[in-house]
């Protein structure tokens, strides 16, 4: 076997497990939320408590969504817990 076949053939099998690792890293991590999907959250959750529209079912889906899809900074965890506020005083 030549020399240069398999150094070409080491590289090639190193590169690969590197795409593979960093493949695995990359789908497990969350993306972070944009503010202003938070600011929509904070609308819709003003509609339910100014009594515009019974945004309940809505509130908690994005919620939910939010907390499985999303992560969060420490204010944006905040934001997101006076959401939640407004939700459980409205239901309250």
Excluded at 61 to 67: C, D, K, M, R, T
Excluded at 82 to 90: E, K, M, T
Aim: with cysteine.
């Amino acid at each position: 076997m030549n020399a240069t076949a398999a150094l070409i053939g080491f590289f090639g099998v190193i590169i690969a497990m590197l795409c593979a690792v960093g493949a695995a890293y990359y789908s497990q991590r969350k993306p972070e939320i944009d503010d202003n999907q938070l600011e929509f959250l904070e609308e819709v959750a003003r509609e339910h408590e100014l009594g515009i529209a019974d945004n309940r079912k809505r509130l908690m889906w994005l919620i939910h969504l939010v907390e499985n899809k999303y992560e969060v900074s420490v204010a944006q965890a905040a934001r997101l817990d006076r959401v939640r506020g407004i939700l459980r005083h409205v239901q309250g």
